[in-house]
């Protein structure tokens, strides 16, 4: 069974502040998503890396595939109340149809 | 473009009534689509997903069912529902897995 672990489950930062959420697995990938959701609301798609090694970015956020397409990281810079929100990485593993899903970190950035 | 429709975004039901909750996609053709399910502030947990007409793939053998009667529409069902069937329904399409789903703005199911 692939899984994906996702930490921190939790984080609260100051406005300003820098952070990276991780996303973890035994398992290869061949690609993995990052979303953000809002209260009521469904995931949104940030971003896919597709290859190992990768980085992108979207403005403050940096997204990075390892070299093993075994995990992820999102780092987030001078983050701003707009970014909170629960972020989930989930990956597409074995089956062709589904991805496998992070349980989600909450983050809150406070003004 | 492609939109995704889910409705109704509230649903408060009593234990033993049934229950159908419906999507629809726009803008694409012959989509996979997805029903999941969402505990408070956490991952998702995946019900039930269809790569065409009358294709049904169950992941978690529960009171809910699926149909998929069209190509664009999704319908997840159930005969009696149970207080633990209370949570936040998500419904997803995506055309190549790698490139993501579209998620509808979801269902709160609340079973009193």
Known sequence: ?111 | SQTIHQWPATLVQPVGSPLSLECTVEGTSNPNLYWYRQAAGRGLQLLFYSVGIGQISSEVPQNLSASRPQDRQFILSSKKLLLSDSGFYLCAWSVQRDSGYTFGSGTRLTVV
């Open chain 1, 1 to 111: 069974t692939q899984l994906l672990e996702q930490s921190p489950q939790f984080l609260s930062i100051q406005e300003g502040e820098n952070l990276t959420v991780y996303c973890n697995s035994s398992s290869v990938f061949s690609s993995l998503q990052w979303y953000r959701q809002e209260p009521g609301e469904g995931p949104v798609l940030l971003v896919t890396v597709v290859t190992g090694g990768e980085v992108k970015k979207l403005k403050r956020l940096t997204f990075q595939f390892g070299d093993a397409r075994k995990d992820s990281s999102l780092h987030i810079t001078a983050a701003q109340p707009g970014d909170t929100g629960l972020y989930l990485c989930a990956g597409a593993g074995n089956s062709n149809y589904q991805l496998i899903w992070g349980a989600g970190t909450k983050l809150i950035i406070k003004p």
